[in-house]
């Protein structure tokens, strides 16, 4: 497999962690090449650090570290998912590193990282990202077999995703809400594939966001709509998007995280 190893974090940028785990991943492989895709995630937010580490698909196949972990050093498991593309993601089983499977192929196994020959020693309880789940990426880039980390595990037996994926029922989808951005712009949990099987740029949907209906014009790009008007774009890692061109969407409809959005030919 490619020896290249990402991390992820809700460390916080100036973190010396960061740093660690990487002089960690060189030590047990050292020519592996490294990624840091984020560690601004907000602390504790397993939702928007599963939107992280959505974005790994446009990486080469390898293995990728996800450390949002408010459960550290508790009963918890740490697991390794082998997606179909031949990724691995590898993080606490907090349902965070679910969603990505969906970009990377499909969810293909899972083992638990319970082998502790494959830990760094000693193991602080309160930094597994270091200890456990950044050894165990590197270990996978220097050879050693998934299936050598601990027993096998069931999807259906993790923990959930954060979030689900939206569902097409008949001619409408059901979404929900799962991330807002800085420019108060909601993204749904609608893949780009699915929306596209029901709809296309040029179409105006019958929206409702949180009892909330109006047209919603599908377009390819902000510019396409008069200032102030709202639109839905693909974005730009695989969902799609609702915004206010020039404005914010999140303070025009008062919405959140989690409100429920319904797509409508």
């Known amino acids: 497999m490619n020896k290249v190893i990402s991390l992820s974090s809700d460390f916080g ?33 397993i939702s928007q650090g599963a939107r992280v580490l959505e974005a790994v698909a446009y990486l080469p196949v390898g293995c990728h570290v996800m450390v949002v972990d408010p459960g550290v050093g508790t009963e918890r498991k740490g697991i390794v998912i082998e997606t179909e593309r031949g990724d691995y993601l590898i993080g606490p089983d907090n349902g965070i590193l679910l969603p990505a499977t969906n970009f990377l192929g499909g969810f293909k196994r899972a083992f638990e990282l319970a082998n502790e020959k494959y830990y760094r020693k000693p193991v602080s309880p309160v930094f597994h990202g270091r200890d456990v789940f950044t ?49 108060g712009s909601p993204f749904l949990n609608v893949r780009q594939e699915e929306m596209h099987k029901l709809f296309k740029v040029g179409d105006v949907i019958k929206a409702e966001v949180s009892g909330k209906k109006f047209d919603l014009p599908y377009k390819r790009t902000y510019g396409e709509v008069k200032v102030g008007n709202v639109l839905l774009v693909d974005d730009d890692f ?20 989690g409100d429920k959005v319904v797509l409508e030919k």
């Open 135 to 183: 050894p165990a990426a590197a270990y996978l880039c220097a050879g050693v077999k998934v299936e050598e980390f601990g027993p096998e595990l069931r999807e259906k037996d993790l923990v959930k995703a954060p979030y689900p994926e939206a569902k097409i029922e008949g001619n409408k989808i059901v979404a929900q809400i799962i991330d807002v951005n800085n420019f």
């Open 238 to 257: 695989g969902r799609v998007e609702v915004a206010v061109n020039m404005g914010f969407f999140t303070d025009k409809f008062k919405v959140k995280v």
């Open 13 to 45: 940028v100036m973190n010396k962690g960061i740093a660690v785990m990487e002089a960690v991943a060189l030590s047990i492989c050292p020519d592996a090449k490294i990624f840091n895709m984020s560690h601004g995630i907000p602390f504790f937010e």
